[in-house]
């Protein structure tokens, strides 16, 4: 009889584990991380972008969602820069708010 306490304290033991790791996953610091490495990757591939140099873009990321805001030289570097971002894993969607002027 004591083994058998034994195995259901194991047992519940194991369940509260197991489902208490799956919770941890949905914690708000899971998605600050994420939108920490979409924000980074994001503004690497547009440093990296030739067509976009010496454009000014700040790059925020909330929950998958990408945010571009700042200056860019023309329509097409405000297209491209979307693109960019829409092409990194993890994002859902790009809010492009970024202005067109002559870029010094």
Same mark, same amino acid.
């Given at each position: 009889m004591r083994k058998h306490y034994r195995y259901m304290i194991a047992a519940w033991i194991f369940? !509260?584990?197991f489902s208490a790791c %799956?919770? !941890?996953?949905?914690?708000?610091v899971a998605d600050y991380w994420d939108d920490y490495?979409?924000? %980074?990757?994001?503004? %690497?591939r547009l440093a990296a972008d030739n067509a976009l140099r010496g454009s000014r873009i700040e790059v925020e990321s909330d929950q998958g969602v990408v945010y571009l805001t700042g200056v860019v030289?023309?329509?097409?570097?405000?297209?491209?820069?979307?693109?960019?971002?829409f092409k990194?894993?993890?994002v859902h969607g790009v809010?492009?708010? !970024?202005?067109? %002027?002559?870029v010094p």
């Open positions: 369940i !509260l584990l %799956s919770e !941890l996953a949905k914690l708000p490495n979409i924000k %980074s990757e994001v503004k %690497s030289a023309t329509a097409e570097q405000k297209t491209r820069a979307a693109q960019i971002a990194v894993p993890g809010g492009n708010q !970024l202005e067109f %002027s002559k």
